[in-house]
């Protein structure tokens, strides 16, 4: 009877699923609520241009650092509405998955592959806002620079999350720890290299 319950048991942790890193879910959370708060923001400084064109939004500062110019262009809104709802929908997203996964959840591993693919997508759409921003617009706006970070550091800690085995048997190996070391350096120089690039942009003009 003992080594039936002991078997029963090892089979138990053979088939239990890791759960992803306390501080990359801790990272996750901060950086989702941050891009929501952006994202909120922005709705709010474009619905009161909307309302009154000569509205001056909070964030514009200079010639180069102007939110006006940014959110009352064309590709502010370039799937018909307002890009920042895409933020205000998906942000919380982030926030609910990592804060469950703090709680002790261990969500599937489907559901940080699907957080991976949005990140992916997200970012995407980020670098040609960044190009958008730097090569014809000439302007950034502050609150989407943040949302550019929230976005990058999103995608890093999804694909960290993935690359340690989240979701998979706890028996699975460690050596994914050492490659998903790599990640936030990764992204990391790839922030970098993006806001050289719109940096060049900018001071090109």
Known sequence: M???QQQASSARRDTALQAPGRLACVILVVSGLAGLAAALWLSVEKYRILRNPGYLPSCSISEVVDCGTVVQSWQSTAFGFPNALIGVAAYPVVVTVAVLALAGASPRRWIWAGQLAGALAGTVFVHWLAWQTA???RAVCLYCMVVWASTLTILGC???I????AGLPAAVG???AQLAGWVPVGVLVWGVLLAVVVAFGLISA
């Open 2 to 4: 003992l080594q039936d």
């Open 158 to 160: 999804s694909l960290s």
């Open 174 to 176: 460690g050596r994914r």
């Open 135 to 137: 090569y014809d617009l």
């Open 162 to 165: 993935l690359v340690r085995g």
